[in-house]
C-alpha cells in the first residue's frame, strides 16, 4: 500500500494482468490507495454497483476522491487509468508531446493488440474446455508476433518509449505470463532483459502483491 498523504484511491479489481496494473502504477507514483475486490471468479463484475463505475462490467476502476476541481471521479478502463494517473502526478507519463506520444503509441499497442491476443492465447490453451487446434494455433502464433515486435523495439532500449513509463506498465502484467501464452523467451533476449528488470522494481513487486 502507497503511503503518500491524501484521500486513498479506491481501486476496484481483481488479480488479472489487466487488475494488476493499476495498483503497480500507485505503488509507483507514491500515492494512497485502498483495494476494492472484484471477484470476477464469482460475476462480481456484474454487480449494478460496479456497473455504474464500468458500463463495459470490466475490471479495473478507479474512484479518486481528490479529482479534478476537488471533485470524486470515476475512471475505468486500465489505459485510461493509467493515463489520468499520469496527467494527475506527472509520474511515468512525460509532459513533452513527442515523448508523450511515443508512450501512448505503446500504450495503445498494449491495450488494442498484446492484451486482447495474449487474453485469447490464455484463453485457448488453458481456460477453453475444448481445445481446438485452429484457435490455439491462431492465438499462440499471434502471442510470439507481437512478442517480436516488443524485442525489436527493446533492442536499442531499456525501455519501450524512452524512460521508464505506463506504456512499460501496461505491458509488463502480461508479460510475466509468457509461458502460459506459449512464448519461449529464449529467441528474445531484449525482452527477457526488458522483464527481469521490471519485474524487479520493489514498486511492482508490491502493486503485484497487492491483490
Not at 492465447?121 to 517480436?148: M, W
Not at 525489436?152 to 524512452?162: M, P, W, Y
Amino acid at each position: 500500500m502507497a503511503t503518500a498523504p491524501g484521500h486513498p484511491i479506491d481501486v476496484h479489481t481483481w488479480s488479472t494482468p489487466n487488475g494488476w496494473k493499476i495498483p503497480v502504477m500507485l505503488e509507483e507514483c507514491g500515492l494512497p490507495y485502498r483495494v476494492v475486490p472484484v471477484n470476477i471468479g464469482r460475476n462480481e463484475q456484474m454487480a449494478p454497483d460496479f456497473l455504474a463505475l464500468s458500463p463495459n462490467n470490466k475490471i479495473p476502476a478507479i474512484v479518486d476522491p481528490d479529482g479534478p476541481g476537488g471533485a470524486p471521479i470515476a475512471v475505468f478502463e486500465s489505459g485510461a487509468i493509467l493515463q489520468y494517473l499520469g496527467r494527475k502526478t506527472g509520474c511515468l507519463y512525460p509532459a513533452d508531446e513527442r515523448a508523450r506520444v511515443a508512450v501512448d503509441e505503446w500504450l495503445f499497442w498494449q491495450v488494442g493488440g498484446l492484451g486482447p491476443m495474449l487474453g485469447q492465447a490464455h484463453h485457448f490453451r488453458i481456460y477453453a474446455e475444448e481445445k481446438i487446434p485452429y484457435a490455439i494455433a491462431r492465438f499462440t502464433d499471434e502471442a510470439r508476433r507481437l512478442y517480436g515486435v516488443l524485442d525489436r523495439r527493446l533492442a536499442d532500449r531499456e525501455h519501450v518509449a524512452g524512460d521508464y513509463s505506463i506504456a512499460d506498465v501496461a505491458i509488463l502484467t502480461w508479460a510475466k505470463y509468457h509461458e502460459k501464452q506459449g512464448v519461449d523467451l529464449g529467441p528474445l533476449p531484449h525482452v527477457r532483459r526488458w522483464l527481469d528488470g521490471v519485474l524487479a522494481r520493489p514498486a511492482v513487486q508490491r502493486g503485484l502483491a497487492a491483490i
